[in-house]
């Protein structure tokens, strides 16, 4: 029990990395907690679907133009709600996001209506693999499989590109980078657009996992928020870990010691770590001088 | 001059009773006039319980069909619905809003054990009828209150006599519980283990799932680890599907059982992706392909009415929570007010449209204002259809 309690943690938490690293990647250049993340990713989700169901279009074009729709709704939401906020404070703009998590609330609802629905997916969520006794669906595998590919892709993508670098130049020293000749608010609008991006590749493998309705994100963004805490809002291995271990955590925690409390534990981790290591496992922190 | 002054006086006095009086006769009934009667109901429209929200668009078929037929007693049905997103403090403002703003003259059906139980005491404080909370807990008939009338089966009940079904007719002897950590799943596991007690024997293992929870596997292992042969879930349907598809990943397939909260096959066979077949099922209302003649009529309005609307268990019950208070209100006739409208629900004796049989009494025994009492059993087939198993059967005595 103890193996499958672990290997069952690691998929879940493949999930709440990949929401983690989304919110990381906008934390990271604004120092923004977008509240709007699962919103995002739900709407993004729920074209998907309809691409899927109502116009029947073949799984990897569906696949692509959500990933389009995604980039251009992050665009979007950074160009038409944050940009016109005036004065913006980071709290300012994390009220915005709070805002906008309502309307794609309300317009998912309004547009899908509030009916259950089960998601197409070309891997199945009930087929498994077993690895010598250990078993492992193969939704699950592949979940964890796309989760490590994106993070080391995008690790390799802040570290050894041009617009990864000028990403973390904008949010250590956003003056500093307008003078350096980084177009500024450009890399704001492809920083949203990335976050929107891997939030519909999390979104699309939750609703695979499970199902598919309006609040579907609810309860994975929270606790994607507290893997990012846990591994640090700065990095993205901190993600990959944090999300990892969350996962584990709360299956031990339920399979050994309270199955009710199951879901607290991911918030008592919040807490525990801002009190004894506010900057994660394995982010620096940064002191600014004033 | 003082004779003037009183005679004036006394003109004004009369004037203003004149006045007065139209009004009070006008306000006499709340959410009654010449016209209309107007009636309330909430429902999760969104949330985690937004497929038990259709309850409430069915019961707003009935009312256009009742209008389209010409009321009742020369009154049109105003409705209005309200969304309380399964959370109960927006239940207990929508309750004061129905009250105190539009004024209705009853509220009828109402989701969610949490979300009534904030408005039950207000609404009785104000003498509002309440018909057929759709939920089947106690709380809703003890303490006995005079304008609450529950329909639904008690959850207890029907736990106690699903597991005897298990147990005696289908011999599993083996039985583990899955169930939401709230009044509902709770009143379920309280009748699963009042069954067992009786044969000396226990649940192998009781596993319950929080209303936000969305990762299952744990309780899926632990389910597994129980080598329970049965396993009676009393959960919603998000809950429902997932413990399914958990369970199935790690290779468990025991029988499954639940309660008619999640009767809707053809909605749990789509989101279950077909794993819903072969789960025995009560029921307390008419198969959605029943040849029940209400059924065929309500079938058609549906058509006409409502065609966007699925026809799901879910949205039929809204039928099947407001028929009897309609009967009520037929039978108070045209001088309808709480305590008329209470009289004549109080003379239904085994009345029935498409759900179960429906008896009520005068409030002496918590069971006097208990209306169904029966459910029926189904398996569900792989095509989603159902394969009657019972006729009624009588679960409150």
């Given at each position: 029990m103890l193996a499958q309690l672990i290997v069952s943690g690691l998929a879940v938490g493949a999930c709440y990395a990949l929401l983690a690293l989304a919110m990381v990647i906008i934390y990271k250049t604004s120092e923004v907690l977008n509240f709007a993340q699962g919103e995002m990713a739900m709407l993004s989700t729920f074209v998907a679907f309809t691409l899927l169901d109502a116009y029947h279009v073949p799984f990897h074009w569906a696949a692509l133009l959500t990933f389009l729709f995604a980039i251009l709704l992050g665009i979007f939401f950074e160009v038409v709600f944050l940009r016109q906020a005036k004065d913006p404070t980071v709290l300012g703009l994390i009220i915005i996001t709070l805002g906008f998590e309502m309307i794609l609330m309300g317009f998912a609802g309004w547009k899908w209506g509030p009916d259950q629905r089960s998601f197409p997916f070309p891997v199945s969520n009930i087929e498994t693999y077993n690895f010598h006794g250990l078993v492992i669906s193969k939704i699950n595998f592949w979940t964890i499989v796309v989760s490590l590919a994106l993070m080391f892709v995008l690790f390799l993508f802040f570290r050894y590109t041009k617009l990864g670098t000028a990403m973390r130049a904008t949010q250590q020293n956003p003056i500093a980078a307008r003078v350096m000749g980084i177009r500024t608010k450009r890399i704001l609008s492809f920083t949203w657009a990335l976050s929107s991006l891997i939030g519909a590749v999390a979104g699309m493998l939750i609703a695979a996992l499970g199902i598919l309705d309006p609040p579907m994100m609810m309860d994975p963004l929270l606790k994607g928020f507290a893997a990012g805490v846990l591994g640090g809002m700065t990095s993205l291995p901190g993600t990959a870990i944090g999300g990892a271990i969350l996962g584990i955590i709360e299956n031990l925690f339920g399979g050994y010691v309270s199955l009710a409390f199951k879901s607290v534990v991911a918030f008592a981790i919040i807490v525990l770590m801002l009190c004894i290591k506010p900057s994660g496992l394995l982010a620096r922190h940064y002191v600014k001088k004033v | 001059m003082v004779k003037k002054s009183l005679f004036l006086m006394s003109g004004l006095l009369f004037i203003t009773l004149l006045w007065m009086v139209p009004?009070?006769?006008?306000?006499?009934?709340?959410?009654?006039?010449?016209?209309?009667?107007?009636?309330?109901?909430?429902?999760?429209?969104?949330?985690?319980?937004?497929?038990?929200?259709?309850?409430?668009?069915?019961?707003?078929?009935?009312?256009?069909?009742?209008?389209?037929?010409?009321?009742?007693?020369?009154?049109?049905?105003?409705?209005?619905?309200?969304?309380?997103?399964?959370?109960?403090?927006?239940?207990?403002?929508?309750?004061?809003?129905?009250?105190?703003?539009?004024?209705?003259?009853?509220?009828?059906?109402?989701?969610?054990?949490?979300?009534?139980m904030t408005a039950r005491d207000y609404l009785m404080e104000n003498k509002v009828p309440w018909y057929g909370p759709v939920t089947g807990v106690y709380n809703w008939i003890t303490p006995i209150q005079k304008y609450l009338f529950a329909l639904y089966p008690l959850y207890d009940d029907e736990a106690f006599n699903l597991t005897g079904y298990l147990y005696e007719k289908l011999g599993y002897k083996k039985i583990a519980m899955f169930y939401q950590n709230d009044d509902y799943g709770k009143q379920g596991v309280m009748g699963v283990e009042r069954y067992l007690l009786k044969k000396k024997i226990k649940l192998v293992e009781k596993v319950s799932a929080e209303v936000t929870d969305r990762d299952l596997s744990t309780h899926a292992l632990k389910l597994k680890n129980s080598g329970a042969e049965a396993v009676i879930m009393w959960t919603m349907p998000t809950h429902?599907?997932?413990?399914?598809?958990?369970?199935?990943?790690?290779?468990?397939?025991p029988q499954w059982a639940t309660s008619n909260t999640l009767s809707d096959s053809a909605l749990m066979m789509q989101i279950t992706k077909g794993l819903w077949a072969g789960m025995i099922n009560s029921f307390f209302g008419e198969l959605p392909d029943s040849n029940h003649p209400l059924m065929v009529k309500y079938r058609e309005w549906h058509k006409k009415l409502a065609p966007q609307e699925r026809w799901g268990v879910f949205y039929y019950a809204g039928i099947i929570f407001a028929e009897p208070f309609f009967e009520g209100v037929r039978r108070a006739g045209r001088n309808l007010t709480p305590e008329t409208w209470v009289k004549a629900m109080e003379t239904l004796k085994n009345w029935q449209g498409i759900g179960p049989p429906v008896t009520y009494g005068p409030p002496n025994t918590p069971m006097d204002r208990q209306g169904g009492k029966h459910v029926f059993y189904g398996k569900v087939r792989a095509d989603g259809s159902v394969e009657r198993l019972t006729d009624w059967i009588q679960i409150t005595k």
């Open positions: - | 009004l009070v006769s006008a306000q006499a009934v709340r959410g009654v006039t010449d016209t209309e009667i107007l009636i309330g109901q909430w429902g999760p429209q969104t949330g985690p319980a937004a497929p038990w929200g259709a309850v409430a668009r069915g019961t707003d078929l009935l009312v256009r069909i009742i209008n389209e037929e010409g009321g009742i007693h020369g009154r049109k049905i105003k409705y209005f619905l309200r969304d309380d997103s399964y959370q109960p403090a927006k239940t207990k403002a929508i309750a004061k809003e129905f009250v105190e703003q539009i004024g209705v003259f009853a509220v009828v059906g109402g989701v969610g054990v949490a979300c009534g429902a599907a997932l413990i399914l598809a958990e369970t199935a990943k790690i290779g468990y397939k």
